[in-house]
Every structure is written in C-alpha cells, then in structure tokens.
C-alpha cells in the first residue's frame, strides 16, 4: 500500500534562517506531487505542485521554493523565513491528474519567531 | 471566482444525534466534488468523491450527496470518535491545480 512521510512534524525558525521540509512517497511510481498550507480559519492553499522530477509549478508567489530530485521525493525551502511563513505545511500525492483524490502526510507545524 | 462554503463552522452533536453538513460551491464546471476528515494537528484523510447531481457514496456513518449546487455529508447517530473537521474540495476545471477547499465544519460529539 501506498504511504507517505513528511518530516520534521514541528519545527521552531527564527525570522531570516533558511527551511527545509521533506516528503516522500512509498508505494507508488510517478506521482503528482502537492505542497500546501494550511492557516487558521482559510481553507488548504496551493503552493507547489510537481507532476515529473525537475518539473516544478507554482501557485503563489511568496518566499517559498519545491524542487523534486527523485520521482518520490519533494523538499519545500526558503533561504530567509519571514513572520508570515508560519503555518502548517502539508505534502500530499495523487494518483494522476485531474483528481481531488488526494492523500496527506502528517504535516509540518512551522512556527517563525 | 470559483468557490466553496461550508457550514455550519462548528456542530456539536450528541451521541447518537444525527445531522447534515452543508457544502455549497459556485458552479464553474464541476468535476468532482470531494470529503475529507481532518483530526486535530493531522493531515486530511480523503473520504469521498462525486461526480454527478444525485450521486451519494458511503462509509460507515457518514453519507455524502450531491446537488448541482451543494453537497451534504449526513452523519447517523455519531459517535465521540466521529469529533474531527470536514473538510470539502471541488475540482472546478479539471486540473489538480483547480482543486478549492472550503474552510471546514469542527464536529464535535458528546458521549
């Protein structure tokens, strides 16, 4: 069966030092890739999504950055956080395209101090 | 803009006292309407998929349907380990990037 990991489960930055999030995904070859975020009171935000290795889209500009260097595995980063960054942060898979069927990691609670 | 409501924002139940979540969207061609159950601090576990007005799909206690313009998810005689937030998503356009989520409905049941 399919599983996913994503790591750290919590993490405390201050303002201006860099991020990095892992995700990885078992079970399962080629599969679409999704960083979210999850705010107080907002809906799940988009942030990246990758459909291939090196293959990398972006839905909102911000101080953020997703890159995938193997078919399974997505990293989020940032070279300087800000106060604004905090939130939780979730990876997901899915099994092909035009598909809300989407499968969460456990998260990442980031809180920028 | 395409956009997805639920309500109420926060339900709480007894045990055993049915009731309906409300999920409602602006229609910009739907192509799937979806449930998911989120546990505090967690991540999302997906539930449900629709496609069509009149479709409904279920699990355990939960049952979801769908209209053109809104989705229920019918809880029967909850249970305290039913206490989670819904969350619902639509898929507007087509395109996993399409995907919108609404803000969710905290259930809480009471033994």
């Known amino acids: 069966s399919q599983t996913i990991h994503q790591w750290p489960a919590t993490l405390v930055q201050p303002v201006g030092s860099p991020l990095s999030l892992e995700c990885t995904v078992e079970?399962?070859?080629?599969?679409?890739l999704y960083w979210y975020r999850q705010a107080a009171g907002r809906g799940l935000q988009l942030l990246f999504y990758s459909v291939g290795i090196g293959q990398i889209s972006s839905e909102v500009p911000q101080n953020l950055s997703a890159s995938r260097p193997q078919d399974r595995q997505f990293i989020l980063s940032s070279k300087k956080l800000l106060l604004s960054d905090s939130g939780f942060y979730l990876c997901?898979?899915?099994?092909?395209?035009?598909?809300?069927?989407?499968?969460f990691g456990e998260g990442s609670r980031l809180t920028v101090l | 803009e395409d956009q997805v409501t639920q309500s109420p924002e926060a339900l709480r139940l007894q045990e055993g006292e049915s009731s309906s979540l409300n999920c409602s969207y602006t229609?910009?061609?739907?192509?799937?309407l979806f449930w998911y159950r989120q546990d505090p601090g967690k991540g999302p576990e997906f539930l449900f998929t629709?496609?069509?007005a009149g479709e409904e799909k279920e699990k355990e206690r939960l049952k979801a349907t769908l209209t053109k313009k809104e989705s229920f998810l019918h809880i029967t005689a909850p249970k305290p380990e039913d206490s989670a937030t819904y969350l619902c998503?639509?898929?507007?356009?087509?395109?996993?990037?399409?995907?919108?989520f609404g803000i969710g409905t905290k259930l809480q049941v009471i033994p």
């Open positions: 998503a639509a898929d507007f356009s087509g395109g996993y990037q399409k995907v919108t």
């Open positions: 629709l496609y069509s």
């Open positions: 229609v910009s061609g739907l192509r799937g």
């Open positions: 997901a898979w899915s099994g092909g395209l035009n598909t809300g069927e989407l499968f």
């Open positions: 079970g399962t070859s080629n599969p679409n």
